[in-house]
């Protein structure tokens, strides 16, 4: 795409319309403000910006389309794919918009597009409430909502965007939008599963779950074929009310591990049980039971336990996303085989099962169409430097393909840079030509393309 040189913009008038809320080139703060959650991505802008109301947020959006800027809109800063950076244009940051409203009596909350996953589910936890977001707290809640939101309380409460009411959205023409079922209601199923094609999300109207605590945290068990597919078998048949996350990867140095276990293939596993504690322990006992575990952190605790603080962390990475239908001794044993012999630092299998309440909903109901796929699988390597990136990504490919079982659809959230065929893999049968048909109504020009694009035609 092309980017627009710094040379139409004036910064100090910038920072006179926006309350000095501009960091451009030359600014102690600049490499701060550009800097985004995957070190690959080192781009410079003209300015960054950052808003603390819609109308802001709509005059930023008017500023681009007028002057021809490339605008990247940033929630978390965690696109795979550096969407939410830019070379010479301009950066919406969020960050400053975290304003969070619930309402106890109806169950649900307004939340500002700036909060982290992290934020928002401590914010909420503090009156025993939980919306589901990711398995990372530092993740956005504006790009990760707008994907999807796959996390630990997907089998029993379903995406994320199964849990969105409603939205604020402002559209490239500058309007500020109230977005429902009711009120533009082709807009409101277009951004649950869309992404930022239609607009900036400035509010999401999420509903709350009653939920004062959970039984979860880290299962570490050694990774044999066996294990990988017992553990897999076991989610799928576990209570909805136990979501499961699988990293089937080398165990790295941590503290709380035997060193005879350092460098070992192990599942380290993320389990989540929304429900009280009794129940708990029974539905996590037979992950238990699957082999003598390496550390075991599984335990009653609050919701916002599973989003323990980060430390700053920019990996370079590659990797795949995909569904498959079954993760049996021959599968596990693909996993095993391919993990084994690579010598990245860091090579990972990760597992989710889906059903529950994902299935439940019917696949034309929102942009997110993959609601009968039945585990997502992500294959990841990290990489040493550019010479390294491309051995790794053969790798990633080569593993992918072997697990390949039919299913080409792909996760739009866990897709990086990989080209409009993969896009398209997001949006499988009539998604894609209704989600074109949005498209041009709201953003003929394309004004919101540095995302999973869906030209307008
Ligand atoms: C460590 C890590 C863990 C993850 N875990 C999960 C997980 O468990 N489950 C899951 O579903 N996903 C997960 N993801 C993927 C994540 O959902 C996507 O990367 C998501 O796009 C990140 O959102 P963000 O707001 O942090 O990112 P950003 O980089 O800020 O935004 C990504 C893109 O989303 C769009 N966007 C963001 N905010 C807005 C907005 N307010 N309005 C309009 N468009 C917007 C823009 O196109 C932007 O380029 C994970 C990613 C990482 C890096």
Redesign the pocket.
């Known amino acids: 795409m092309p980017s627009t040189s710094s040379t139409s913009i004036s910064i100090p008038d910038l920072r006179e319309r926006f309350d000095g809320r501009v960091t451009a080139p030359g600014d102690p703060g600049y490499d701060q403000a550009r800097k ?3 070190g690959k991505w080192d781009r410079r802008p003209a300015a960054v910006i950052r808003p603390t109301s819609a109308a802001e947020v709509a005059r930023v959006v008017g500023l681009a389309r007028d002057r021809g800027l490339e605008l ?9 794919a550096g ?2 950076a830019s070379d010479g244009g301009i950066v919406l940051d ?1 960050s400053a918009m975290t304003a969070l409203e619930v309402d106890r009596r109806d169950g649900t909350a307004w939340a500002q ?1 700036g909060l982290t996953a992290g934020a928002y589910t401590k914010a909420v936890g503090a009156d025993g409430l939980a919306t589901g977001f ?3 707290g530092s ?6 909502t ?6 630990f309380l997907v089998r029993k409460h379903g995406l994320t965007i199964d849990n969105l009411l409603a939205a604020e959205l402002v559209t490239a023409d500058g309007r500020v939008l109230q977005v429902d079922a009711e009120a533009h209601p082709d807009l409101f199923w277009a951004i649950r599963g869309g ?2 094609n239609f ?4 509010r999401f109207r999420f509903r709350l779950h009653e939920l004062p605590s959970i039984v979860g945290g880290m299962l570490l068990l050694p990774a044999t074929a066996q294990v990988i597919a017992d553990f897999m078998a076991a989610a799928e048949a576990a209570p909805e009310e136990l979501s499961a996350i699988a990293n089937v990867m080398v165990a790295p140095p941590m503290p709380f591990l035997p060193a005879s276990a350092h460098g070992q293939l192990v599942v380290m596993a993320m389990l989540a049980y929304a429900g009280d504690a009794e129940a708990g322990e029974r539905a996590v006992a037979p992950f238990r039971a699957l082999a003598e575990p390496l550390a075991d952190m599984v335990r009653p605790m609050p919701y916002a336990g599973m989003f323990p603080p980060e430390e700053e962390f920019h990996p370079t990475a590659v990797g795949h996303t995909m569904f498959v239908d079954r993760v049996d001794g021959t599968v596990a044993d693909t996993i095993v085989e391919h993990l084994q012999p690579s010598d990245a630092a860091m090579r990972a299998v990760q597992l989710r099962a889906l059903g529950g309440a994902v299935a439940r909903v019917p696949v034309e109901a929102t942009a997110f169409a993959h609601r009968h796929s039945r585990i997502m699988a992500n294959v990841a390597a990290f990489y040493d430097g550019p010479a390294d990136r491309d051995r790794r990504q053969a790798w990633v490919d080569g593993l992918a393909a072997a697990l390949h079982q039919g299913d080409d659809g792909a ?1 739009v ?2 897709l990086g840079d990989e080209g409009p065929e993969r896009v398209q893999q997001a949006y499988p049968g009539p998604t894609w030509d209704r989600l074109v048909e949005v498209k041009r109504r709201y953003d003929p020009d394309n004004l ?1 393309r ?2 999973q694009n869906i030209p307008p035609g």
């Open positions: 985004v959650f995957y990247a809109v940033r929630s978390g800063g965690h696109s795979l969407h939410s969020l597009t990711g398995d990372t993740v956005g809640i504006g790009g990760l707008l994907g999807g939101g796959v996390g992404g930022g607009g900036v999300a400035t996760y959230n866990f919101f540095r995302n």
